[in-house]
């Protein structure tokens, strides 16, 4: 039998069977499995300790982008709650303005629903507002994202050439080790292998980005598609990458924890799932959260927080918090990201919470 206690707004979902037992560990468990963010309002029994950096962001207007996604939400006849609703925003906007070159869509319904709303609400989009031309709806197995062509192809260059700093946490060790990338662990080969398979399907051409009105630099374009027919499922806004990962080992978490641009990666194989989960759920951790706020409008004197993103780091190997070198480095970057489009939001900061281990018996 399996026992969860823990609260998440995502959906969990097991084959129970008898021991040793067969776990379907759906990526919307696997992915965010660790985090487990308090729920708002009153604070979580695990909560025992905040930190938080605040940086404030240059002016942007972001009304006519979001204008455009209210629209294409009205055409489409899709009726999201007022929380996937937001979130959907957030992450459309953190897309666009540059803040990350990948989002899992793990709310607004299932698959293949899900991908049917995406991708029409892409078509509309697109359409409609430059902005989100590069925008595209991405499948891994039973995964779907909102990726930014260019974004990925840029966040797949600097990991291949290391100038991304990327830590992992091997949770096939017991307790959790600290490993560099470059370090001979099989796991962490197997995943550049899998990067250098994203960067056929989103390659780097050197131009003006004239395009993009968050950054004009010299960046990375993919104007010409990338994805050949066989990964299009007949959907040009579409793309199916299932196959980047076979003949791997690679874990879900392990390749969600890179390609949602998290700093921290936790590594383990395939075949070492259960005693990851259960190296993992027996150690306190410290969850990492960027938190962003709207620009102060009219009447209003605070705005609410929102979740950009979030991750989390076993306690004993994140003992300095937002201190953390590798923490300050990647606030840092955040907030250069932010500098260069200057979103709407009024501040951007790094949230450090601590929980005691989760209960998962096996």
Not at 226 to 244: E, F, N, R
């Amino acid at each position: 039998m399996v026992e969860l206690i823990f609260k998440s707004r995502l959906g969990i979902r097991f084959d129970l069977g008898t021991y040793p037992m067969r776990l379907v560990l759906y990526s919307k468990f696997l992915h965010r499995l660790f985090p487990i963010a308090p729920s708002s309002g009153a604070h979580s029994a695990y909560e025992i300790e905040a930190e938080s950096a605040i940086m404030e962001a240059p002016e942007f207007d972001e009304a006519p982008a979001l204008a455009v996604l209210e629209s294409a939400l009205s055409h489409v006849q899709w009726r999201l709650k007022s929380s996937s609703k937001r979130r959907l925003q957030i992450d459309a906007m953190a897309l666009c303005a540059g803040m990350r070159p990948v989002v899992m869509v793990d709310y607004g319904g299932k698959l293949p629903e899900l991908q049917q709303h995406l991708c029409a609400l892409l078509r509309f989009c697109h359409q409609e507002s430059r902005i989100f031309e590069h925008l595209r709806v991405m499948l891994i197995e039973d995964m779907i994202y909102l990726v930014h062509r260019r974004g990925l192809a840029e966040h797949v260059r600097s990991s291949l050439n290391s100038e991304a700093q990327l830590f992992f946490v091997d949770l096939e060790q017991d307790p959790p080790q600290m490993i560099r990338e470059r370090e001979d662990n099989v796991a962490a080969i197997q995943l550049v292998s899998v990067q250098k398979i994203f960067s056929l399907h989103f390659p780097i051409i050197e131009q003006n980005n004239e395009s993009l009105p968050c950054n004009n630099t010299s960046i990375v374009s993919t104007a010409t598609s990338s994805v050949d027919d066989s990964t299009a499922l007949g959907d040009p806004d579409c793309i199916d990458l299932s196959s980047c990962l076979k003949d791997t080992k690679i874990s879900i978490p392990t390749l969600n924890g890179w390609l949602l641009g998290y700093p921290v990666v936790y590594l383990f194989s395939t075949e070492h799932i259960e005693e990851a989960i259960y190296n993992l759920s027996t150690k306190s951790l410290r969850i990492f959260k960027i938190l962003i706020s709207r620009k102060k409008t009219r009447g209003k004197v605070t705005e609410p927080e929102e979740e950009l993103m979030s991750f989390s780091v076993p306690y004993d190997l994140s003992m300095g918090g937002s201190r953390e070198p590798w923490a300050e480095a990647f606030l840092s970057d955040m907030h250069e990201r932010w500098g260069r489009c200057k979103p709407a939001w009024g501040a951007l900061r790094m949230e450090v919470t601590e929980c005691y281990p989760q209960a998962i018996v096996l």
